[in-house]
């Protein structure tokens, strides 16, 4: 999609998980957190309004004794019954859909558990668009996978995409996001998400 | 606030070639996007990527797992142990049509852990589709090598971006 700037007259592209780049100069790096030891959660706090979308970038890994688990997203600490999730995902056998309403949480994506093969990481692009609109719900686009070679017990363990949306029932600007994993297990040393504003 | 997306190598094709290299790509950012809109002479052949530390790994360290819609179903469908990772599905380009394809390239300058890539790709005559890729090796990206699966060339106008983004 072009965007005209009024101002200058150019054009740009969006960014956001679906379509092409965006031009350089309204993509912008917020914050970081990379894990350094196992830990059970990672939040981004005091996030600025002054952005028009959010994208957020990561690689994780979970110590589960499993080889995928679900990872959590929530806003502004809300752990109320204001979200739901879809999900079409492949898992290099079936297409298959899913639906979740009224949770404590957005089902956000798949991530590598503990066994899955050694170095294998989950990779994940969230976009949380207009996230400082105080008159509207907040709606999120994901774009997540991992590839395990083909190996691993069942077809979503040898490997898995999700393409997902959440939603949030409020209409409070977001300013911090808290991304767990089910089971209350921990994200592995170099998991890391980077958050980006967009404008 | 850093800015970033951050244009790094454009290659537009002036005459046809079977292959677009990126070389001594930087390790200074935390992913790369890759951008491409080829076109080809004849025929309908996949975009296969190959990665390397100073030269591209031809080895079978590559795997994909695909969600694709064809206008008619979903399905989903998966590659092992390939030499080469397969970009397209049926988002592959046409003499007409060109395969509008993104990979996103996450933490490719890692040394300590295998890279995962994001892909999606389309051709709106065939199908779209997103993928999800790794390439086993903990060596750092410095090489990217775009081909197709089949002895014959990308068409002149054919274009290739590579992006960096950093993080904060």
């Given at each position: 999609?072009?965007?005209?700037?009024?101002?200058?007259?150019?054009?740009?592209?969006?960014?956001?998980?679906?379509?092409?780049?965006?031009?350089?100069?309204?993509?912008?790096?917020?914050?970081?957190v990379?894990v350094?030891?196992?830990t059970s959660s990672i939040t981004?706090?005091?996030?600025?309004?002054?952005?028009?979308?959010?994208?957020?970038?990561?690689?994780?890994?979970?110590?589960?004794?499993?080889?995928?688990?679900?990872i959590w997203?929530r806003?502004?600490?809300?752990?109320?019954?204001?979200?739901?999730?879809?999900?079409?995902?492949?898992?290099?056998?079936?297409?298959?859909?899913?639906?979740?309403?009224?949770?404590?949480?957005?089902?956000?994506?798949?991530?590598?558990?503990?066994?899955?093969?050694?170095?294998?990481?989950?990779?994940?692009?969230?976009?949380?668009?207009?996230?400082?609109?105080?008159?509207?719900?907040?709606?999120?686009?994901?774009?997540?996978?991992?590839?395990?070679?083909?190996?691993?017990?069942?077809?979503?363990?040898?490997?898995?995409?999700?393409?997902?949306?959440?939603?949030?029932?409020?209409?409070?600007?977001?300013?911090?996001i808290e991304f767990t994993i089910?089971?209350g297990?921990n994200f592995?040393?170099?998991?890391?998400?980077?958050?980006?504003?967009?404008? | 606030?850093?800015?970033?997306?951050?244009?790094?190598?454009?290659?537009?094709?002036?005459?046809?070639?079977?292959?677009?290299?990126?070389?001594?790509?930087?390790?200074?950012?935390?992913?790369?996007?890759?951008?491409?809109?080829?076109?080809?002479?004849?025929?309908?052949?996949?975009?296969?990527?190959?990665?390397?530390?100073?030269?591209?790994?031809?080895?079978?360290?590559?795997?994909?797992?695909?969600?694709?819609?064809?206008?008619?179903?979903?399905?989903?469908?998966?590659?092992?142990?390939?030499?080469?990772?397969?970009?397209?599905?049926?988002?592959?380009?046409?003499?007409?049509?060109?395969?509008?394809?993104?990979?996103?390239?996450?933490?490719?300058?890692?040394?300590?852990?295998?890279?995962?890539?994001?892909?999606?790709?389309?051709?709106?005559?065939?199908?779209?589709?997103?993928?999800?890729?790794?390439?086993?090796?903990?060596?750092?990206?410095?090489?990217?090598?775009?081909?197709?699966?089949?002895?014959?060339?990308?068409?002149?106008?054919?274009?290739?971006?590579?992006?960096?983004?950093?993080?904060?």
């Amino acid at each position: 999609m072009a965007i005209r700037s009024l101002k200058s007259g150019t054009f740009s592209r969006s960014g956001m998980v679906g379509n092409p780049v965006i031009m350089p100069g309204s993509y912008e790096s917020i914050a970081t957190v990379t894990v350094s030891s196992a830990t059970s959660s990672i939040t981004f706090s005091s996030i600025p309004s002054t952005y028009t979308h959010l994208q957020i970038r990561g690689i994780t890994r979970s110590s589960s004794a499993n080889n995928y688990d679900n990872i959590w997203m929530r806003f502004n600490s809300d752990t109320n019954s204001n979200y739901a999730s879809h999900y079409l995902a492949g898992n290099g056998a079936t297409a298959d859909a899913y639906a979740w309403s009224s949770e404590t949480q957005i089902r956000s994506f798949y991530t590598a558990g503990g066994t899955a093969s050694s170095n294998v990481f989950s990779v994940s692009v969230i976009d949380i668009l207009d996230y400082a609109n105080t008159s509207k719900y907040k709606t999120t686009r994901h774009l997540n996978g991992f590839d395990n070679n083909a190996t691993g017990t069942g077809d979503y363990a040898k490997g898995t995409l999700v393409l997902s949306s959440g939603l949030w029932r409020s209409t409070s600007a977001v300013s911090a996001i808290e991304f767990t994993i089910n089971g209350g297990v921990n994200f592995t040393q170099y998991s890391s998400f980077a958050l980006y504003g967009v404008n | 606030m850093a800015k970033t997306y951050t244009p790094i190598a454009t290659q537009t094709l002036s005459a046809a070639a079977a292959s677009v290299t990126f070389s001594s790509i930087s390790g200074a950012y935390t992913d790369l996007a890759l951008v491409i809109t080829p076109t080809i002479p004849t025929g309908a052949y996949d975009i296969l990527m190959r990665v390397g530390n100073s030269t591209v790994d031809s080895g079978t360290n590559y795997s994909v797992t695909r969600l694709s819609g064809t206008g008619s179903a979903a399905n989903s469908t998966r590659s092992s142990n390939q030499s080469g990772m397969f970009c397209t599905y049926y988002g592959y380009p046409t003499s007409t049509n060109p395969s509008i394809t993104t990979i996103n390239l996450m933490n490719y300058a890692s040394t300590t852990t295998y890279k995962t890539m994001l892909i999606r790709s389309n051709n709106a005559s065939a199908g779209t589709e997103a993928i999800v890729g790794l390439w086993r090796s903990t060596a750092a990206i410095n090489i990217i090598t775009i081909s197709l699966d089949a002895s014959t060339n990308f068409s002149s106008g054919s274009t290739f971006t590579l992006y960096g983004i950093l993080k904060a």
